[in-house]
Nanobody
Framework: QVQLVESGGGLVQAGGSLRLSCAAS????????WAWFRQAPGKEREFVGV????????NYADSVKGRFTISTDSAKNTAYLQMNNLKPEDTAVYYC???????????????????WGQGTQVTVSP
């Protein structure tokens, strides 16, 4: 059974940084596309960023571009989301997701992903 477990969320002041981790288990993840989404109260889940299985291609939502970075450690079956210069509007529950393929036209859609974590809360105070 595949499991994704996020960690690293918390409360931080605006301008601060956090690093989220997503540890995967249950299968090999050498050919996995990893992504991060977030969901604020009363809003739909939105795409944050993605990294292709090869690590050669990354894409980010305009709202986080230049501030957030996705990386992976294949030896640890773990993906990371480094978040710098956080803003109050970044407050949300953050979810990691994994897919066995990579579509340049669909990676921003929740339907692209087979596996999801339970989410971790990130709160940014003014």
């Amino acid at each position: 059974q595949v499991q994704l477990v996020e960690s690293g969320g918390g409360l931080v002041q605006a301008g601060g940084s956090l690093r989220l981790s997503c540890a995967a288990s249950g299968r090999t993840f050498d050919d996995t596309t990893w992504a991060w989404f977030r969901q604020a109260p009363g809003k739909e889940r939105e795409f944050v960023g993605v990294i292709s299985w090869s690590g050669d291609d990354t894409n980010y939502a305009d709202s986080v571009k230049g501030r957030f970075t996705i990386s992976t450690d294949s030896a640890k079956n773990t993906a990371y989301l480094q978040m710098n210069n956080l803003k109050p509007e970044d407050t949300a529950v953050y979810y990691c997701a994994a897919s066995t393929y990579y579509s340049v036209s669909n990676y921003h859609l929740t339907s692209h992903y087979d596996y999801w974590g339970q989410g971790t809360q990130v709160t940014v105070s003014p």
